[in-house]
């Protein structure tokens, strides 16, 4: 974890002029926050602890907890030389055999990322997940509609 506080020289050479999230422009640090993220990051094994308190009801699964964080946590978004955007988004496809908490991560993060999408049951097919088949409640006729993958990527909005 690499934080600079805004405002510095050195955070000036980096800044990119960019907005921050929700369009906004980026504040800077109040003195209190950049103690408490100081704090934070001098915490001993991090990471691990992070990954731990990920859906803290299911109890192993390190791998896929781990894979969770950096799916909260996201990557960097990037625009080649060419002007090409590249998605810094963080996909997890999590598969395994019944009974192994795969819902209950999905319903933890579900819970509180307001972009995400719950596809269980019959709506994960794979079908299901790109596109899905409805009848039209005012027309009745049959109706093409964006399945879970193209809701949360932004896709169909």
């Keep these: 974890c690499h934080l600079r506080r805004r405002g510095t020289e050195a955070a000036e050479e980096d800044d990119d002029g960019g907005d921050a999230p929700g369009g906004g422009v980026p504040r ?6 950049a103690a408490e993220i100081a704090r934070i990051r001098a915490t001993p094994r991090l990471y691990d602890a992070l990954s731990a308190s990920i859906a803290p009801a299911v109890t192993g699964h390190a791998e896929v907890k781990r894979g969770v964080l950096l799916l909260l946590a996201g990557g960097v ?4 030389a060419e002007g090409m955007n590249l998605r810094g988004d963080i996909n997890v496809c999590v ?3 019944p009974s192994t908490a795969k819902s209950q991560f999905l319903r933890y993060v579900h819970g509180f990322l307001p972009r995400s999408v719950y ?7 794979a079908a299901g997940l790109t596109a899905t088949v409805c009848r039209d409640p005012d027309t009745g006729e049959m109706a093409v509609e ?6 949360a990527g932004n896709s169909a909005r």
Excluded at 28 to 33: E, I, V
Excluded at 119 to 125: D, I, N, Q, W, Y
């Design 77 to 80: 978004h990037k625009t080649t």
């Design 95 to 97: 598969v395994g055999d």
């Design 28 to 33: 800077p640090l109040s003195d209190a926050a």
């Design 146 to 151: 964006a399945g879970a993958l193209m809701l």
């Design 119 to 125: 596809a269980g049951g019959r709506g994960a097919s």
